[in-house]
């Protein structure tokens, strides 16, 4: 037997406000010149923006703005009407939403982490059938529109419920407290606001154990007495800095003679919370790493105007100035250089039909003298998944955890830009990569060599009874 009844999660009440957008007002032609912008950028700047949603699939969803976008807006309903759009676009590729910032008192009344089922809001045993007399249906797709279709299931869930108290605040207008009609099975125990507020707590809690390995680029520890070593790769994110890559450099140097000096035998590099940068930034750790010789074919389509403009960004960055008439009369001419090399690759690819170049790399004898474990899981992403490919094809270590989150055939080299009127950013792919032979993949995500449930924080006995289970695959 199944009951409805009202449950109030209760905080103090707060009134949000929304004064910084409501300030500017746009007018039903501004917002259809930004459109148009942004619509034209993705279909001349993206190498391949209808993976899953064909052009004129894109093109309607286009004409619906237009339709929505009949009257004068305020900035935040424009852009966060954009940013649903991010749903038809590939995970490098969308509008930034308007509900990224909290206030203090709103990140002190956090709604519950929920899991999202069947088109359903579900915590513990119970459904939430509203919030604040908001359907629950309603409320998914709000948060639905704002997910790329790329995203893994998991780091969906993750990213709705980062979404799910803005936009209750900001979009819905709820004020505190949250009033909840639920649906639960009969049981003997009385049903309180406390059974959430207490289960948030343990969310929060698991959540904080779960990030102090994750709040640095290069967190590690030595468990000197098991001989294990624990390096946390969470983040590659050095494109265009000069100053994050010499600190890479000296970092990785250091860190692999202290494994040397201590006799490590067992290095566990955590890139389980990576989302992505910069591949480059893997050579650090590479070319202090055992590898076999290997080659693959890898695929790419580029486009032009993507490409001259993900190399007029790099160069901007790496000489810090906001404009090209700002750069010094050396990175004028590097970009002149990289601008040339995309016009050939263009030329080639307007030729052959696809840019075909064959990777190939070196035995390195040298390095680490120990096994390699790579754990990854559902928020590795982007770079932070090319670094376990990597590690799969010259045989560096054993990848172990979840899947990654990145889908595969990707889109990647994401630029940003600025809509004119509006100045609301939003970002792009500039290429699009396959390879053969394609890895292992379950439903397009790369699979771990050994299955490990990384949901809860890992201890040191976790990382033995990896090391254990490594024995059984021959490793």
């Not at 309180?192 to 154990?209: L, P």
């Not at 050939?344 to 474990?373: A, H, P, S, T, Y």
């Not at 449930?453 to 201890?459: C, M, Q």
């Amino acid at each position: 037997m199944k009951r409805s009844c009202i449950i109030l999660i209760c905080a103090t009440f707060n009134i949000i406000s929304q004064a910084a957008y409501a300030q500017k007002k746009l007018s039903v032609n501004e917002m259809h010149e930004d459109i148009e912008y942004y619509f034209d950028a993705i279909k001349t700047m993206h190498p391949y923006p209808y993976a899953k949603y064909s052009e004129a699939q894109i093109d309607s969803i286009k004409l619906q703005l237009y339709k929505n976008c009949s009257h004068e807006m305020d900035l935040f309903d424009f852009n966060f009407l954009l940013a649903k759009t991010s749903k038809y676009m590939d995970g490098h590729t969308g509008v930034y939403s308007p509900l990224y910032d909290l206030s203090a008192n709103e990140k002190n009344n956090m709604f519950p982490i929920v899991r999202f089922v069947d088109n359903k809001i579900a915590l513990n045993n119970f459904i939430i059938k509203s919030i604040n007399g908001i359907p629950s249906s309603t409320i998914i797709q709000e948060l639905e529109n704002l997910i790329s279709w790329e995203y893994h299931p998991s780091f969906r869930e993750k990213t709705m419920n980062s979404f799910l108290t803005p936009l209750l605040y900001r979009v819905f207008h709820i004020s505190l407290p949250f009033v909840c009609n639920i649906e639960y099975s009969e049981t003997n125990r009385s049903i309180c606001d406390t059974i959430i507020k207490s289960e948030n707590k343990k969310e929060q809690s698991r959540q904080s154990k779960l990030s102090k390995n994750y709040d640095g680029a290069l967190l590690y520890e030595y468990h000197q007495n098991d001989s294990i070593a624990l390096l946390f790769y969470n983040t590659s994110d050095i494109w265009g800095n000069k100053i994050l890559e010499k600190a890479m450099d000296n970092f990785t140097k250091i860190f692999f003679e202290q494994l040397k000096e201590k006799n490590i035998k067992y290095l566990f590099i955590d890139v389980s919370q990576n989302v992505g940068g910069s591949d480059n930034a893997h050579k650090y750790f590479f070319r202090s790493l055992k590898t076999k010789p290997y080659k693959y074919t890898q695929y790419e389509l580029v486009t032009l105007t993507g490409g001259q403009k993900r190399n007029e960004q790099y160069c901007l960055m790496e000489a810090g100035c906001k404009t090209i008439e700002d750069l010094p009369i050396n990175k004028v001419k590097e970009l002149k250089k990289l601008n040339l090399r995309i016009e050939k690759k263009v030329k080639k690819l307007q030729e052959k039909g696809n840019l075909k170049r064959i990777r190939k790399f070196k035995v390195n004898k040298k390095g680490f003298d120990g096994k390699v474990f790579i754990i990854m899981g559902n928020n590795t992403y982007s770079a932070g998944h090319d670094f376990c490919e990597e590690v799969k094809w010259n045989k560096t270590g054993l990848l172990v955890g979840e899947e990654s989150g990145q889908r595969f055939p990707y889109s990647g080299n994401a630029c940003t830009d600025t809509l004119p009127n509006s100045g609301i950013k939003y970002y792009f792919a500039t290429s699009y990569f396959w390879t053969e032979p394609a890895l292992t993949t379950q439903n397009g995500f790369l699979k771990p060599d050994l299955q490990y449930n990384i949901s809860k924080p890992l201890t040191i006995e976790d990382y033995k009874a990896i090391i254990k289970l490594s024995y059984k695959l021959n490793y």
